[in-house]
C-alpha cells in the first residue's frame, strides 16, 4: 500500500478514532482516485485531475450521495496531507460535491413500535436482553454502535442518564427513562447474570449466549425478525428506531438544540432533518382533517 495511505490509515485510527467501518470506506475512495491517476503520485494530483476523476465516476453512473462520499473520502485525504505537511494546497478545496435530494429515514409510529415489542418473547433469556435492548435504541436513540459497546460503569440511573462513547470517540450524556431503566434492570440480574462471562466482556451491557458482546449484524438481524412478525412493511433498521426517537421528540415539541445534543450530531444542520419529517407528518395531519385541502 502506498505509504501516504497507510500514514492516513494510521491517522484515522488513532487520531479520529473512527470505526473499521467508516476507515475501510475512506481508504475505498481513495483507492478509487490512487487507481485513476494511474502512474501519477497522489501527491502530485492537480485540481483539474480531480475533477476529472469526478466527472469518470459520474459518468459511470454512480449515485449522487455515492458520488458526495466519495469526494468526502478524498477530501479528508487531502486535508491530511496538508496536516501532515506533504502539501501546501489543497486540489479539493474547491469541488462541489453533486447536488443530493432530501432524503428522509422511515419512521416508525408508536403503535408500530409497541406492535414490535410485542413479539419480543419474554420466556427465554435472550427475549428480557430483546427488549431492554428496543428500550434502549428507541428510548435514546442510540447508533447501534452505541447499544453494542453500552458499558454497565456508563449507566447512571440513579442520576437518569447513561454516558455514551459517540462517533470519534466524543462522549455525550443522554436521558435515559423509567421504562429503558427497568428493562435493563431486569436483564442484567437476571438473564445476564447466569452467563458465563468471557474475560474482557465483563463490562459490556448486552451480550450473546457465548458471553460476548453484540455484533452490529446480529442486531439488524433480530430487528429485521421482529419487524417481519409485527406485520411491519417497511423497511427498517436498528437506525430506524433513533430516527423514530428523534422524530417523535421533534413533533411533540422538543426543543432542536436538545434533540441534536441527544443525539450527539456535531452539527444543527444533521438533526434539521426531523423538521422536515415534522412538516411531512403535520401536513399528512392537514391532507387527513382538513375539509378543503
Given at each position: 500500500?502506498?505509504?501516504?495511505?497507510?500514514?492516513?490509515?494510521?491517522?484515522?485510527?488513532?487520531?479520529?478514532?473512527?470505526?473499521?467501518?467508516?476507515?475501510?470506506?475512506?481508504?475505498?475512495?481513495?483507492?478509487?482516485?490512487?487507481?485513476?491517476?494511474?502512474?501519477?503520485?497522489?501527491?502530485?494530483?492537480?485540481?483539474?485531475?480531480?475533477?476529472?476523476?469526478?466527472?469518470?465516476?459520474?459518468?459511470?453512473?454512480?449515485?449522487?450521495?455515492?458520488?458526495?462520499?466519495?469526494?468526502?473520502?478524498?477530501?479528508?485525504?487531502?486535508?491530511?496531507?496538508?496536516?501532515?505537511?506533504?502539501?501546501?494546497?489543497?486540489?479539493?478545496?474547491?469541488?462541489?460535491?453533486?447536488?443530493?435530494?432530501?432524503?428522509?429515514?422511515?419512521?416508525?409510529?408508536?403503535?408500530?413500535?409497541?406492535?414490535?415489542?410485542?413479539?419480543?418473547?419474554?420466556?427465554?433469556?435472550?427475549?428480557?436482553?430483546?427488549?431492554?435492548?428496543?428500550?434502549?435504541?428507541?428510548g435514546c436513540g442510540l447508533r447501534v454502535s452505541e447499544?453494542?459497546?453500552?458499558?454497565?460503569?456508563?449507566?447512571f440511573f440513579t442520576e437518569g442518564f447513561v454516558k455514551?462513547?459517540?462517533?470519534?470517540?466524543?462522549?455525550?450524556?443522554?436521558?435515559?427513562?423509567?421504562?429503558?431503566?427497568?428493562?435493563?434492570?431486569?436483564?442484567?440480574?437476571?438473564?445476564?447474570?447466569?452467563?458465563?462471562?468471557?474475560?474482557?466482556?465483563?463490562?459490556?451491557?448486552?451480550?450473546?449466549?457465548?458471553?460476548?458482546?453484540?455484533?452490529?449484524?446480529?442486531?439488524?438481524?433480530?430487528?429485521?425478525?421482529?419487524?417481519?412478525?409485527?406485520?411491519?412493511?417497511?423497511?427498517?433498521?436498528?437506525?430506524?428506531?433513533?430516527?423514530?426517537?428523534?422524530?417523535?421528540?421533534?413533533?411533540?415539541?422538543?426543543?432542536?438544540?436538545?434533540?441534536?445534543?441527544?443525539?450527539?450530531?456535531?452539527?444543527?444542520?444533521?438533526?434539521?432533518?426531523?423538521?422536515?419529517?415534522?412538516?411531512?407528518?403535520?401536513?399528512?395531519?392537514?391532507?387527513?382533517?382538513?375539509?378543503?385541502?
Amino acid at each position: 500500500m502506498n505509504p501516504l495511505i497507510v500514514h492516513f490509515k494510521q491517522y484515522l485510527i488513532f487520531e479520529k478514532g473512527l470505526s473499521p467501518k467508516s476507515v475501510e470506506a475512506y481508504l475505498h475512495d481513495v483507492a478509487l482516485l490512487e487507481t485513476f491517476l494511474e502512474e501519477k503520485k497522489m501527491e502530485e494530483a492537480t485540481r483539474e485531475d480531480c475533477q476529472a476523476f469526478l466527472k469518470a465516476i459520474y459518468e459511470r453512473g454512480v449515485a449522487p450521495r455515492s458520488q458526495a462520499r466519495i469526494l468526502s473520502g478524498i477530501k479528508a485525504f487531502y486535508r491530511f496531507l496538508l496536516y501532515d505537511g506533504v502539501l501546501t494546497e489543497n486540489p479539493t478545496e474547491l469541488l462541489d460535491a453533486p447536488k443530493i435530494g432530501l432524503h428522509l429515514p422511515d419512521v416508525l409510529s408508536i403503535e408500530e413500535i409497541e406492535a414490535i415489542i410485542s413479539v419480543i418473547d419474554l420466556s427465554t433469556p435472550e427475549g428480557h436482553r430483546n427488549r431492554a435492548m428496543v428500550e434502549v435504541l428507541y428510548g435514546c436513540g442510540l447508533r447501534v454502535s452505541e447499544l453494542i459497546t453500552l458499558r454497565l460503569s456508563n449507566l447512571f440511573f440513579t442520576e437518569g442518564f447513561v454516558k455514551i462513547v459517540g462517533k470519534g470517540n466524543k462522549e455525550r450524556y443522554v436521558p435515559i427513562g423509567s421504562t429503558a431503566q427497568k428493562m435493563v434492570k431486569l436483564y442484567v440480574e437476571g438473564a445476564r447474570a447466569t452467563l458465563k462471562i468471557k474475560k474482557g466482556e465483563e463490562d459490556y451491557v448486552f451480550l450473546n449466549r457465548r458471553g460476548s458482546h453484540l455484533t452490529r449484524e446480529m442486531v439488524f438481524m433480530l430487528v429485521k425478525k421482529w419487524a417481519k412478525e409485527a406485520g411491519v412493511e417497511k423497511s427498517i433498521s436498528p437506525h430506524t428506531f433513533r430516527h423514530s426517537f428523534a422524530t417523535h421528540l421533534v413533533e411533540g415539541g422538543a426543543d432542536l438544540r436538545a434533540v441534536q445534543q441527544m443525539l450527539g450530531h456535531e452539527s444543527i444542520t444533521t438533526t434539521e432533518i426531523y423538521t422536515h419529517l415534522d412538516s411531512d407528518y403535520i401536513r399528512s395531519n392537514i391532507a387527513q382533517f382538513h375539509p378543503r385541502y
